[in-house]
Every structure is written in C-alpha cells, then in structure tokens.
C-alpha cells in the first residue's frame, strides 16, 4: 500500500507539473508554446535514458553484485542539478 501511495503522489506531481508549465514559462520570459516542445524532448529523454541506464545498472548487479555505484552517481548527480540549474537559471544574465 506505501508502494502504491509513493507511485501515486510520483504521478500526481508529474500530472500537477505537465499542468502547470504552460503558465509558468511566461514568467521567465519564454513563450508558452514552449511548454509542448519541452515535454516531448523530457519524454523523449526518458525513453532513451531509462532503459540504457537500467540495462547498464543490471550488467553491474551481474559483474559486482551491486547496484550501488550507479545510485550513488544518480543521487550525487541529480542533487547537483537540483541546486546548479535554479543557480545559473536566477543569477546568469
């Protein structure tokens, strides 16, 4: 039941986010028709991205035995981002 409550709250932001964009690129200054090329390009991201790194993730779990370098690279990697691309997005001219 957590497992599925987790997967819901995922896909109810997801929901809430593809929602919102629209109105929110216009407040940087980007035209809201952005919003529909940004999400295919997102998607198309995630498509590619998700089985490479899921079948690059299992060929370590086979070779070593853990999956530990690939979730540590990702949390290390997207927390890095989380902070760098607000940053750059308020400060760069």
Do not use: H
Request: charged share 10%; aromatic share 10%; glycine share 8%.
């Amino acid at each position: 039941m957590v497992l599925a409550g987790l997967q819901g709250g995922i896909t109810l932001s997801w929901l809430v986010y593809n929602g919102y964009l629209p109105e929110l690129l216009p407040q940087f200054s980007f035209p809201a028709s952005l919003a529909a090329g940004l999400l295919v390009v997102e998607n198309a991201l995630a498509v590619v991205m998700e089985p490479l790194i899921e079948g690059l993730s299992d060929q370590n779990q086979r070779k070593f035995g853990t999956r530990f370098p690939f979730i540590s690279i990702g949390v290390i990697l997207a927390s890095t981002l989380f902070i760098a691309i607000p940053c750059v997005a308020t400060f760069v001219p």
